[in-house]
């Protein structure tokens, strides 16, 4: 297993995807390449995988292998590079919408609260202009409830919206500690890290437009799949479930799809055990018609 990642649920969505030899896939979300590995090792000569990175820490632990085609781009646009690359129509698509635990574990990334003195960067792609600290330093006190509230779903987010503006008045909020000082008199007590993982979550959504992307990727990976083309996709939290879920009624009253589960494939107790992250983990899986 790669040390820049523990892939969630990579049996069982593998087994989803089922795969054929010779067949087209696409792994929307590369992270540390399990998933992308555990397909090579299913795929013959002739089969093709095309995975997706904006990240380009994680393209480079990507495996020499001539069926691996790399692109280093958000994943809403799945369709268009899919065509691009000459693959039309595909047999499987699959995403991982999860934070890969390189980036939480690195700390100039700043994506966890853990580290005291952490950037507040949070960029998946490196060469994006918007970071968390500009979030912080510059959005209106109503911009930052809204996000709070609508994409880590806080309790009391307006007093850390007003907390916020307050902190930066005195100094602006560069770093992990700059931020976690200027929300002292919110976080409750014994359960501080809970509540700044919501704020967290939401601040790395708005930084880099996870929510658009997503819509973006469901549409464009109904249109991608050939017919009996399997689509799996892995959530973690319930906006993105909501997301995922809702596109694949759409596509299904609408004859594109069908569902393969009728609910949500869980992680097995032993897999959470090994892996604490893949505790809030959904597999969703549907097939083109």
Request: hydrophobic residues 40%; proline residues 3%.
């Amino acid at each position: 297993m790669s040390a820049y990642h523990t892939p969630v649920l990579l049996q069982e969505s593998i087994a989803a995807l089922a795969i054929r030899e010779d067949g087209v896939y696409v792994d929307a979300t590369f992270g540390g390449g399990g998933h992308s590995r555990a397909i090579l090792d299913r795929l013959g000569p002739k089969g093709r995988l095309l995975a997706f990175d904006k990240d380009e820490d994680a393209l480079r632990e990507a495996p020499d292998d001539g069926r691996l085609t790399l692109v280093h781009a958000d994943f809403r646009f799945v369709h268009n590079f899919a065509k691009y690359h000459g693959y039309p129509a595909v047999d499987g698509i699959l995403a991982d919408l999860g934070v890969s635990s390189h980036q939480f574990d690195t700390e100039e990334r700043g994506f966890s609260f853990r580290f005291d003195k952490a950037p507040l960067d949070m960029r998946m792609n490196k060469r994006a202009q918007r970071s968390a600290v500009d979030i912080v330093n510059s959005y209106s006190e109503e911009d930052l409830e809204r996000i709070f509230r609508l994409y880590g779903e806080v309790e009391g987010s307006g007093k850390v919206a007003a907390l916020i503006v307050a902190g930066r008045a005195q100094a602006p909020l560069k770093t992990t500690e700059d931020l976690g000082r200027a929300l002292q008199p919110v976080l409750p007590k014994f359960q501080e890290h809970k509540y700044l993982a919501k704020i967290y979550q939401a601040l790395r959504i708005e930084v880099n437009g996870e929510m658009t992307s997503l819509e973006g990727f469901m549409k464009g990976a109904v249109r991608s799949l050939g017919q009996g083309g399997r689509l799996a996709v892995i959530t973690y939290h319930s906006l993105e479930d909501r997301i995922v879920k809702n596109a694949i009624r759409t596509a299904c009253q609408e004859g594109l799809l069908e569902r393969v589960t009728k609910k949500p494939i869980l992680p097995a107790e032993e897999e959470i055990s090994l892996n604490t992250r893949a505790r809030s983990a959904k597999l969703r899986v549907a097939e083109r018609l």
